[in-house]
T-cell receptor, first 114, second 111 residues
Framework: DTAVSQTPKYLVTQMGNDKSIKCEQNLGHDTMYWYKQDSKKFLKIMFSYNNKELIINETVPNRFSPKSPDKAHLNLHINSLELGDSAVYFC?????????????FGQGTRLTVV | GDSVTQMEGPVTLSEEAFLTINCTYTATGYPSLFWYVQYPGEGLQLLLKATKADDKGSNKGFEATYRKETTSFHLEKGSVQVSDSAVYFCALSKGDDKIIFGKGTRLHILP
């Protein structure tokens, strides 16, 4: 079983469209994240959720709206897509509040906005 | 704020060469330190970790020692292989729902 799964793996869409990326973890973790990886491989945290509550929002445009229906899911909805949104988006999860825990990552969603 | 700085890549080595990828951190408190690896087309995987000063993390021939006096966590391997070609990320966590990554170092191993 895949620990952290996200869909779709590839997403090609036109500017101005609205799209969603889904993420699910079966590890029983309390904390889930969305990271954006740009073309230079730089990883930047976007959001962190703990038990369905938003903990961190790293100055992400409000076109990006995370939604956590339960603590096993954290979906990312993006409105009015722009060329600069093209990147690989990674979902991850970890145990909350424990310093030495690792994060488990999904395979990534490569978003291309044309 | 807390941050992680690692050496810029790409790093290109021949097979069986010795590898060092430097990583230093800035953080208040007592973070845990990690190295993650990203193989082409895949997500990140934990390679090794250390949770307190002087701890040594090791896995798959890679090692890193948590040095509080120099705020460093350098990654080393004695003899690299072509299959080690990947992007390596140094990271820290303080258990505050935020894992901070360095910018990544791309490693190319030539046969």
């Amino acid at each position: 079983d895949t620990a952290v799964s996200q869909t779709p793996k590839y997403l090609v869409t036109q500017m101005g469209n609205d799209k969603s990326i889904k993420c699910e973890q079966n590890l029983g973790h309390d904390t889930m994240y969305w990271y954006k990886q740009d073309s230079k491989k730089f990883l930047k945290i976007m959001f962190s959720y703990n038990n369905k509550e938003l903990i961190i929002n790293e100055t992400v445009p409000n076109r990006f709206s995370p939604k956590s229906p339960d603590k096993a899911h954290l979906n990312l909805h993006i409105n009015s897509l722009e060329l600069g949104d093209s990147a690989v988006y990674f979902c991850a999860s970890s145990l909350a509040g424990i310093t030495n825990t690792e994060a488990f990552f999904g395979q990534g969603t490569r978003l291309t906005v044309v | 704020g807390d941050s992680v700085t690692q050496m810029e890549g790409p790093v290109t080595l021949s097979e069986e060469a010795f590898l060092t990828i430097n990583c230093t951190y800035t953080a208040t408190g007592y973070p845990s330190l990690f190295w993650y690896v990203q193989y082409p087309g895949e997500g990140l995987q934990l390679l090794l970790k250390a949770t307190k000063a002087d701890d040594k993390g090791s896995n798959k021939g890679f090692e890193a020692t948590y040095r509080k006096e120099t705020t460093s966590f350098h990654l080393e391997k004695g003899s690299v292989q072509v299959s080690d070609s990947a992007v390596y990320f140094c990271a820290l966590s303080k258990g505050d729902d935020k894992i901070i990554f360095g910018k990544g170092t791309r490693l190319h191993i030539l046969p």
